[in-house]
């Protein structure tokens, strides 16, 4: 399996342009989300979906928007980019989590995002 | 919402010696308390999690506590190694609402020199 994948890595945008992060998960995992992390902070969720054309808002929904059309993807758009959206993001799944199952988080290597 | 509160920010021990990092919580209703490493460059990953119902548990080296009464728990890495040197998160959750959010604190770099 290889887990959590995001792409692009790093991307540079400038103020005003959209762009779509990829997140793709080969494990079957109903429950992915959105976090972005900025020094200080830790990570914040911003969208996150518990299964195929499900999704609902996190801590800092502003500016993004999500769809989830397979069990497979989650990307994550930006609409109009802002200097404030400069951040690292990390997409993340989970099981189902029933009972004693654990409920660990799986998360991707993330994308690092610059807006000048 | 749930407030998670992480101390402290930076922590540098000697290799073999004990680091202990503490955690508060805000919401009575969070029962799910993960702990993730983050290594330079990586994605979190969760090292050991424990629920509402337990007090205490232990991993090899790594042990996590909870009072649910005062609202927080901690994390205790013992005989630490250069390798523990890394920024740990301690996160909150509901289970059993459906959401699994987590709410994270604002993390630990630990650092232990050999």
């Known amino acids: 399996n290889a887990g959590v994948t995001q792409t692009p890595k790093f991307q540079v945008l400038k103020t005003g342009q959209s762009m779509t992060l990829q997140c793709a998960q080969d494990?079957?995992?109903?429950?992915m989300s959105w976090y972005r992390q900025d020094p200080g902070m830790g990570l914040r969720l911003i969208h996150y979906?518990?299964?195929?054309?499900?999704?609902d808002q996190g801590e800092v929904p502003n500016g993004y928007n999500v769809s989830r059309s397979t069990t497979e993807d989650f990307p994550l758009r930006l609409l109009s980019a802002a200097p404030s959206q400069t951040s690292v993001y990390f997409c993340a799944s989970s099981p189902p989590g029933q009972g004693l199952v654990s409920y660990e988080q799986y998360f991707g290597p993330g994308t690092r995002l610059t807006v000048t | 919402g749930e407030n998670v509160e992480q101390h402290p920010s930076t922590l540098s021990v000697q290799e073999g010696d004990s680091a202990v990092i503490k955690c508060t919580y805000s919401d009575s209703a969070s029962n799910y308390f993960p702990w993730y490493k983050q290594e330079l460059g990586k994605g979190p990953q969760l090292i050991i999690d424990i629920r509402s119902n337990v007090g205490e548990k232990k991993d090899q080296r790594i042990a996590v506590t909870l009072n649910k009464t005062a609202k927080h728990f901690s994390l205790h890495i013992t005989e630490t190694q250069p390798e523990d040197s890394a920024v740990y998160f301690c996160a909150a959750s509901s289970l059993g609402t459906g959401r699994r959010a987590l709410t994270f604190g604002s993390g630990t770099r630990l650092q232990v020199q050999p």
């Open positions: 979906s518990v299964g195929a054309g499900i999704t």
């Open positions: 494990m079957n995992h109903e429950y």
